[in-house]
């Protein structure tokens, strides 16, 4: 059997327009613009807006188009859409049905979501990746989409500061042989005994919506944030070391390493463990704060559409969320 190469053929991203700042946030919950930069590097954060048509299909829609086009291909060129989403347009049809809707796309086109909380867009660039390996399909759009503004309590102090919406997007294509792009390597894990640390508990069909959960707002996400980072910087450092070793490479090797953009004291720790200069890590939490599994795609595109990454550099990827979902993609641009 032939195995071809993959390459990231296109990218794009899309985040609203509206901008919620720290200082905003200190009128709807006890906090302070210090504390949150301080502990999480977060300024500000975009939010979608449903009356501009800003839900995920929505929002996704602008990031894959720049996507097909960077790409040089039409819509109906993609023969299967994977879109990682946490809390998707509606429970089904699934949101890349609703973007194939969207995007023209008359073809056969295959429609999966995939929810692996923030770490879905790198379990999607590994399914895709097989995809294209084994010669099932040549382009596959991978999604990455989350209006976390829509699970977020905007009550709780704990949580409701660290996220923010967006969307980003990649075309997969099968590389040409004289072509050196590839995936190279990915790990994925998932740690379901921590499952209790960062979940949404309400809502689905074993506890579905009642005025008491309304009430109680048990709509929203709930969190024990050091778990949950303690977690992040100990599986993304583990994996980005597997792939290093089996692929008999080191930190020098690595042109610019992306991780998930949840907050930079977690992108900070890990690069030290992993003895990992911080000039090398492409971070924008800043600006757009924890868009989930939408971070890494659009920290990528940014990088990509101001000339820091370019053809041939080595690139690795890195995320964690909810599950305990981990995983690590190496690159070969
Ligand atoms: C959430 C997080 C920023 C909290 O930082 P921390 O240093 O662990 O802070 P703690 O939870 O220990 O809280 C310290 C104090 O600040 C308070 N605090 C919590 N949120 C606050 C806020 N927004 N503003 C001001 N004070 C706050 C706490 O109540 C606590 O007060 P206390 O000492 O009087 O009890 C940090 O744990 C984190 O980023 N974890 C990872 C979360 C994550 O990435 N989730 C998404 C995964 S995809």
């Known amino acids: 059997m032939e195995f071809f190469n993959t390459k990231i053929s296109g990218s794009g991203k899309f985040n609203p327009e509206k901008i919620m700042t720290n200082e905003d946030l200190t009128k709807m919950v006890d906090t302070s613009d210090e504390w949150i930069v301080q502990r999480t590097g977060?300024?500000?954060?975009?939010?979608?807006?449903?009356?501009?048509?800003?839900?995920?299909?929505?929002?996704?829609?602008?990031?894959?188009?720049?996507?097909?086009?960077?790409?040089?291909?039409?819509?109906?060129?993609?023969?299967?859409?994977?879109?990682?989403?946490t809390l998707p347009d509606m429970l089904f049809p699934s949101t890349a049905s609703q973007l194939q809707d969207k995007l023209g796309i008359t073809t056969h086109c295959a429609c999966l979501d995939i929810n692996a909380a923030c770490t879905g867009w790198v379990y999607g660039l590994t399914l895709g990746n097989s995809l294209i390996q084994t010669g099932a399909y040549k382009n596959v759009l991978v999604v990455g989409t989350e209006m976390t503004s829509a699970?977020?309590?905007?009550?709780?102090?704990?949580?409701?500061?660290?996220?923010?919406?967006?969307?980003?997007?990649?075309?997969l294509s099968r590389a040409e042989a004289t072509e050196e792009c590839a995936i190279v390597d990915s790990v994925l894990s998932c740690d379901s005994s921590k499952a209790d640390t960062?979940?949404?508990?309400?809502?689905?069909?074993?506890?579905?919506?009642?005025?008491?959960?309304?009430?109680?707002?048990?709509?929203?996400?709930?969190?024990?944030?050091?778990?949950?980072?303690?977690?992040?910087?100990?599986?993304?450092?583990?994996?980005c070391a597997t792939l290093l070793k089996r692929?008999?490479?080191?930190?020098?090797?690595?042109?610019?390493?992306?991780?998930?953009?949840?907050?930079?004291r977690i992108i900070e720790t890990t690069a030290k463990l992993l003895n990992y200069p911080m000039e090398k890590v492409i971070c924008n939490v800043e600006k757009y704060a924890n868009t989930s599994s939408a971070s890494i795609p659009i920290a990528l595109?940014?990088?990509?559409?101001?000339g820091r990454i370019k053809r041939g550099q080595t690139l690795l990827f890195a995320a964690f969320g909810a599950g305990l979902t981990s995983g690590a993609v190496l690159i070969k641009f």
């Open 42 to 85: 977060i300024k500000e954060r975009r939010i979608a807006d449903l009356d501009k048509g800003e839900y995920p299909s929505g929002m996704a829609y602008y990031a894959a188009k720049d996507a097909i086009e960077k790409a040089g291909l039409e819509p109906n060129d993609i023969d299967m859409i994977l879109f990682s989403i």
């Open 301 to 306: 595109t940014e990088a990509i559409n101001d």
């Open 198 to 239: 960062l979940i949404l508990y309400k809502g689905g069909s074993k506890a579905p919506i009642t005025h008491e959960v309304l009430n109680n707002k048990e709509q929203y996400v709930t969190m024990d944030g050091q778990v949950v980072f303690k977690n992040a910087v100990k599986t993304m450092a583990k994996h």
């Open 247 to 264: 692929n008999n490479l080191t930190t020098n090797d690595i042109d610019w390493f992306i991780p998930h953009q949840a907050n930079l």
């Open 151 to 171: 699970f977020n309590n905007w009550e709780d102090r704990n949580s409701c500061i660290l996220f923010g919406d967006g969307s980003g997007a990649v075309v």
